[in-house]
């Protein structure tokens, strides 16, 4: 386990340890708050040893984003009791459930634009942020995101991505101050290692499109026959508390698209460890872009499923696509 990470869990240990103790001194025979004082002090002491982060069973790491979850786990996935396994499997349901409930209709309709979607978790759980939120005055909010890691943790990281968001677009600030909250926000609530690439903007009844990135692979503009790359590019979220962000304003035409992604599509790797990359994206796109969005969408991930060639998915994967159709209203 990298040094940096250990000195955050001891850290946070030293922290809860103190709080402990000052709930066991004012609590009366409180059996559950003493076991857990004792269990932060042996994790402290496995982490004065060298054996913290170690399963007790078979000696193996355990993982990292089980233990920036809880820094007093002491079993690898692998060696969890049953009923350990089966409470794991219920928060596993649950999140899955929650996750699900997050995510925006797909095939939506709004200010003259048609934006579907293809949301695909690597396991229960995603760490992939996706949304849209039409506006009444015709504008329609839209962002696509991966936040860092994998399971659980990621997941709980793109939820409190979409409660940011939605929280902050009801202030209606200029898209730029929008992010720069946000990754303040995401920043001082998260741990040091937890961040989040994004793209977002708005798209107007108007045919433009308002666009800011924080670290996100570039979105990609097709218009007539052509695919080029949109690049606005700003750190990821959360990445430092003081982050600017520059956006990018389009004025596209009727029957133009906008394709964005995670990276999970083009770091979609063969047997042979080979990207299927932005370059394939982009000539693929290309050569897709008199489809409608759903197809387009489609086009895409059978794209990258293809250069696969049966090879095991390693990372979530999404795709949304918004098209400027204004004579359809």
Not at 232 to 255: I, M, N, T, Y
Not at 263 to 284: I, P, S, Y
Request: with cysteine; hydrophobic share 40%; charged share 25%.
């Amino acid at each position: 386990m990298p040094q940096v990470i250990q000195s955050m869990i001891r850290d946070e240990l030293s922290s809860r340890r103190i709080k402990l103790e000052r709930a066991v001194a004012s609590a009366s025979e409180d059996g559950e708050l003493t076991r857990l004082l004792s269990e932060v002090d042996a994790a402290l002491e496995r982490l004065q040893t060298g054996r913290y982060g170690l399963c007790e069973t078979c000696h193996d790491p355990i993982e990292t984003d089980r233990l920036m979850a809880d820094p007093i786990t002491r079993f690898c996935l692998d060696h969890l009791t049953s009923s350990e396994q089966k409470a794991l499997q219920e928060d596993l349901d649950l999140a899955a459930r929650i996750q699900k409930g997050l995510l925006p209709a797909s095939g939506l309709r709004h200010g003259g634009w048609d934006v579907t979607y293809h949301y695909e978790p690597l396991g229960p759980v995603s760490g992939d942020y996706c949304d849209l939120l039409p506006k009444e005055d015709g504008r329609l909010f839209f962002a696509l995101g991966d936040a860092a890691g994998k399971g659980v943790a990621a997941s709980m990281l793109m939820a409190h991505l979409n409660a940011m968001f939605r929280t902050l677009i009801e202030v209606d600030l200029p898209l730029e101050d929008m992010l720069e909250r946000a990754s303040r926000v995401f920043c001082e609530s998260t741990l040091p290692t937890h961040y989040a690439t994004l793209t977002c903007g708005w798209a107007r009844p108007s045919g433009e499109l308002v666009i800011c990135s924080a670290g996100h692979p570039p979105s990609i503009l097709l218009a007539g026959r052509g695919a080029t790359e949109v690049w606005a590019q700003g750190l990821p979220l959360g990445l430092f508390c003081q982050e600017r962000f520059k956006p990018v304003s389009l004025a596209l035409e009727p029957g133009d698209t906008l394709l964005m992604y995670s990276d999970g599509l083009t770091e979609a790797r063969d047997a042979a460890g080979e990207e299927f990359g932005r370059e394939r994206l982009l000539a693929l796109a290309a050569e897709s872009s008199a489809l409608s969005p759903e197809k387009l969408v489609a086009a895409c991930v059978r794209g990258a499923r293809g250069h696969q060639k049966g090879a095991p998915r390693t990372d979530d994967l999404t795709v949304m696509a918004l098209r400027w159709s204004p004579s359809r209203d």
